[in-house]
C-alpha cells in the first residue's frame, strides 16, 4: 500500500512539474499578426528566417476568427514579394487549434508565451514571433491573401489560356 502511496505521490508531482514548465497563456493571445522565426524539417538542420535570408512567413489571426498566411520573400534589390498562401478561418478554444477546418493535432499550435507559439506542420517545426506591424500593412498581406479567392467567370477565362 505504500509503495502504491509513494507511486501515485511520485506521478502527481511529476505532473506538477511539468505543467509548471508549460506556462498558462490564455487563447486570446493568439489574436495579432505572426512572424515565422525559423523552421526546422525533421532530420535537417534548423533553419532562422528573415534578415540574410530571403525568407519568411507570415499570419495573422483576428479576433473573429479571421485566418490569413503569406510567404514573403525579399528580391536580390531588396524588394519584399508576397506569395499568398491561404485566407479562412481559425478556431483557438482551450489551447486546441484548428485552421482552415482542418482536423487539429496537439502539437500544432502551442502558446510557448504571449508572444511566441511553436507549432508543427507536416514534418516540419516552426517557431513564430507576434510582432508589431502597421495596420495599413498586415490589412494589405490580409487582402492579398483573401483575393487568392478567384471568381469562378475567371477561373473558366485563365483555364483554356493556361492548360489547353
Known amino acids: 500500500m505504500e509503495r502504491v502511496l509513494l507511486i501515485m505521490a511520485v506521478v502527481f508531482m511529476s505532473a506538477l512539474q511539468l505543467n509548471a514548465q508549460t506556462p498558462k497563456v490564455e487563447d486570446k493571445e493568439l489574436i495579432g499578426t505572426w512572424v515565422l522565426e525559423s523552421l526546422q524539417w525533421d532530420g535537417e538542420e534548423k533553419v532562422i528566417c528573415g534578415k540574410g535570408r530571403g525568407y519568411s512567413s507570415f499570419k495573422y489571426y483576428g479576433a473573429d ?18 506569395a499568398p498562401h491561404e485566407y479562412g478561418t481559425y478556431t483557438f478554444k482551450d489551447g486546441v487549434y484548428c485552421e482552415m ?57 485563365m483555364k483554356p489560356v493556361f492548360f489547353r
Open 65 to 82: 476568427g479571421e485566418y490569413a498566411c503569406c510567404e514573403v520573400l525579399m528580391t536580390k534589390n531588396g524588394d519584399c514579394v508576397l
Open 101 to 157: 477546418g482542418r482536423p487539429s493535432t496537439p502539437n500544432n499550435l502551442v502558446m510557448t508565451s504571449k508572444t511566441s507559439f511553436k507549432g508543427r506542420w507536416r514534418a516540419r517545426t516552426e517557431i513564430w514571433k507576434k510582432v508589431n506591424m502597421p495596420e495599413k500593412a498586415s490589412r494589405y498581406i490580409v487582402d492579398c491573401c483573401r483575393m487568392m479567392e478567384m471568381p469562378a467567370d475567371i477561373q473558366q477565362m
